[in-house]
């Protein structure tokens, strides 16, 4: 019963973080992109602090413990679909909070701390978007690979 609850919670919070990964892959960096840059980065440089909120955080940092917990279970329990679930997990936490907290935090830091009106400023924008963008592709990619693992190992439990 633990199992199957873990499993669910970390496929519907997998579920979100890629669907909000894919809308800035898809929507929100190639409309920026298409902006002045003082607006463009000026709007990024608002998404960034507005997005850390608890309801974010509670599906952010909650997704990774209830996945945690979802391949710890999943392990403990022979009849378990083990690689399933251990899959969705490892997915989660190096694609989602890894490349989260490793790669993008410190470039939205940086992107927030910056003046929109500079050369300075355009140029970060440059190469923010630049490398940046690719590899939200990847955290996206990576969740929902990890949503379809939790959802396999939820069928064979």
Same mark, same amino acid.
């Given at each position: 019963?633990?199992?199957?609850?873990?499993?669910?919670?970390?496929?519907?919070?997998?579920?979100?973080?890629?669907?909000?990964?894919?809308?800035?892959? $898809? *929507? =929100?960096?190639? /409309?920026?992109?298409?902006?002045?840059? +003082?607006? @463009?980065? #000026?709007?990024?440089?608002?998404?960034?602090?507005?997005?850390?909120?608890?309801?974010?955080?509670?599906?952010?940092?909650?997704?990774?413990? $209830? *996945? =945690?917990?979802? /391949?710890?279970?999943?392990?403990?329990? +022979?009849? @378990?679909? #083990?690689?399933?679930?251990?899959?969705?997990?490892?997915?989660?936490?190096?694609?989602?909070?890894?490349?989260?907290?490793?790669?993008?935090?410190?470039?939205?830091?940086?992107?927030?701390?910056?003046?929109?009106?500079?050369?300075?400023?355009?140029?970060?924008?440059?190469?923010?978007?630049?490398?940046?963008?690719?590899?939200?592709?990847?955290?996206?990619?990576?969740?929902?690979?990890?949503?379809?693992?939790?959802?396999?190992?939820?069928?064979?439990?």
């Amino acid at each position: 019963m633990l199992l199957d609850v873990a499993l669910l919670l970390a496929l519907v919070g997998s579920g979100l973080m890629a669907g909000l990964f894919f809308a800035f892959s $898809v *929507a =929100v960096m190639p /409309a920026l992109a298409h902006e002045p840059v +003082p607006a @463009a980065m #000026t709007a990024m440089q608002r998404i960034n602090v507005a997005i850390v909120r608890p309801v974010f955080l509670l599906v952010f940092v909650g997704t990774l413990v $209830v *996945a =945690v917990a979802a /391949a710890i279970f999943s392990v403990l329990d +022979p009849d @378990a679909a #083990t690689p399933w679930g251990v899959a969705g997990a490892v997915l989660y936490l190096v694609t989602s909070v890894g490349l989260t907290a490793g790669y993008h935090v410190p470039r939205n830091n940086a992107l927030v701390a910056a003046d929109p009106a500079t050369a300075e400023g355009a140029g970060l924008w440059a190469t923010y978007l630049r490398e940046w963008v690719p590899w939200n592709h990847v955290r996206a990619i990576g969740c929902v690979l990890a949503t379809a693992s939790f959802a396999i190992a939820l069928a064979r439990t």
